[in-house]
């Protein structure tokens, strides 16, 4: 299809408003190859927003969803690429960003298959989403791989997961004797770790299938060889069943002295041990508080990073990773295995602005929410405290209410604004983060003016979210990627004032 020429001016709104929320038209696309797909409305004369759906009914529900796109560089009109399967429909939907509206063109082009060779390698993985019946075949292929599941001459695909929940790769309805591997990630350089299942047979034949937790926007490696050193013709069917189960209640793991143990907990180990005073423990059985943060998680709508674990108490109960996240009667904290967030160590130079990255998993898109992030600067045991820079105050509530909103289905890349590290001189190097992302803003906690309430959650506890606790050596060397005007972002804008302090102080 191209330049077809469309008219959104007299159009309603329409749909679930997964992406689009002001007037929008559809367009049903049935697929006349297998490869990428491109979208675009380039040389429209508004600024569009595009979405492309899987399938051709209106039932649309997120994990349905390929790709939403509002501005395809340079312009503020949209493009979208995506993995198609010859025969299969796909549902367009055209828009402009909030409830602007006019008129446009409409491109569609298929590039068609990739080479058979191309996924010989894993180096070469075919990228996919979910597809039916893709037909392959290993006759005449090499061994590639770790090994870890099979030997015989395989091919590589590489899935992105288009929701949250259950995935099935299978290859029934093959004619040889199959073997099926999934890994986690993109990186051919594998190892057991990155292996989630390796199946041979799967009942009541001899091809195979795995069922995985998949996370959406994720990618996974999958690789498809034989028994022994078999090889042959077959198809593969890869599909996502939605969002993941829900009751996935979260606490932190910090340590905390109020539990329900009654012990103290050390924040830093002896020499001069500090006394913790991270509210953690949502009800150490006094019932006043401070309350730590707990997300009821009833349905999950956000959490931070891949994964999340489930836990009733902080110390105490049921916790599927089989270990509660601080044993106060042990002393042992940070014990949640679902504490992925965010990649440690962080770079935080003493009294120069800085920024860190994190990764907010979204299956829910209809929800705005928060994030706030407390650093234990002074190493005191509490995130109270307010310490001071020659370029402002360091507060230990280093993130106040960032405010998260219409971020897509799946992984999302995000940046905090910027902020003071403050750090004690030949002090402990070692630091407590906590990091909470949640559906309200932190409102000074459950215990305002009580030692350790900086960083608790609300007495009725937060609907959504996780919250994510870090013990870590932060690097302090200085970073040339600082917010050199103090606007709180770190961009193009601090090139010039670096530059601009450079030529007025340095040697000519």
């Known amino acids: 299809m191209k330049d077809l020429a469309f008219d959104t001016s007299d159009a309603t709104s ?17 697929a006349s190859c297998t490869g990428d797909v491109t979208v675009s409305l380039l040389g429209s004369s508004y600024d569009t927003k595009l979405a492309v759906y899987s399938g051709c009914g209106c039932d649309l529900v997120s994990n349905r969803m390929i790709a939403c796109n509002d501005d395809f560089p340079p312009g503020y009109q949209s ?33 068609g ?19 039916k019946d893709l037909a392959f075949d290993t006759t005449g292929r090499t061994f590639d ?65 795995i069922t995985f937790d998949a996370t959406a926007g994720a990618k996974y490696l999958i690789e498809i060889g034989g028994y022994g050193s078999a090889a042959g013709q077959g198809i593969l069917n890869v599909s996502c069943q939605g969002a993941a189960a829900a009751d996935m209640p979260d606490l932190g793991d910090a340590p905390d002295s109020t539990n329900n143990a009654h012990k103290n907990m050390n924040a830093y180990p002896a020499p001069a041990a500090v006394k913790a005073n991270y509210p953690t423990v949502y009800n150490d059985g006094s019932g006043v508080g401070p309350f730590g943060p707990a997300h009821l998680n009833d349905q999950l709508v956000a959490h931070l990073g891949k994964k999340i674990t489930a836990e009733t108490e902080a110390d105490k109960n049921a916790d599927e990773d089989g270990l509660n996240n601080i044993n106060p009667s042990t002393g042992s904290a940070s014990n949640d295995n679902g504490a992925d967030g965010v990649v440690v160590p962080l770079n935080l130079p003493a009294c120069r602005w800085t920024t860190f990255g994190y990764t907010v998993n979204v299956i829910d898109p209809n929800v705005d929410l928060w994030v706030n992030v407390w650093l234990d600067w002074n190493r005191d045991g509490d995130w109270d405290d307010t310490l001071d820079c020659a370029q402002g105050p360091a507060p230990e509530w280093a993130v106040q209410n960032q405010l998260l909103f219409g971020l897509p289905v799946g992984l999302n890349q995000l940046t905090t604004p910027a902020f003071l590290p403050w750090h004690p001189e030949g002090g402990r190097e070692q630091i407590w983060m906590r990091i909470t992302l949640s559906e309200q803003p932190w409102k000074h ?15 009725d506890k ?9 013990f870590f050596t932060p690097d302090v060397s200085l970073s040339i990627c600082e917010d050199f005007n103090g606007d709180g972002v770190v961009d193009t804008d601090d090139l010039v004032t670096f530059t601009s302090q450079w030529l007025d102080n340095c040697p000519k």
């Open 14 to 30: 329409d749909g679930p408003g997964l992406c689009t929320t002001g007037p929008n038209i559809w367009y049903c696309y049935t």
């Open 79 to 111: 493009q979208i690429t995506f993995d198609a399967t010859a025969g299969n429909k796909y549902l367009i939907e055209i828009g402009g960003y909030g409830n602007t509206k006019g008129q446009g063109v409409l491109n569609v082009s298929c590039e």
């Open 113 to 131: 298959a990739a080479p058979p060779s191309s996924k010989d390698d894993c180096a070469n993985a075919q990228a996919i989403g979910e597809v």
């Open 145 to 209: 791989g770790p090994g870890l599941c099979m030997t015989s001459p395989n091919i590589w695909y590489l899935y992105t997961a288009s929701c949250t929940g259950d995935a099935t790769v299978s290859l029934l309805g093959s004619s040889y004797d199959t073997m099926l591997a999934v890994y986690d990630g993109d990186n051919c350089n594998l190892t057991s770790s990155d292996r989630i299942a390796c199946n041979d047979d799967f009942p009541p034949g001899y091809q195979s299938q």
């Open 462 to 470: 937060y609907l959504y979210g996780e919250t994510e606790d870090y």
């Open 445 to 459: 906690g459950s215990n305002p003016d009580v030692k350790g309430n900086a960083g608790s959650g609300p007495q």
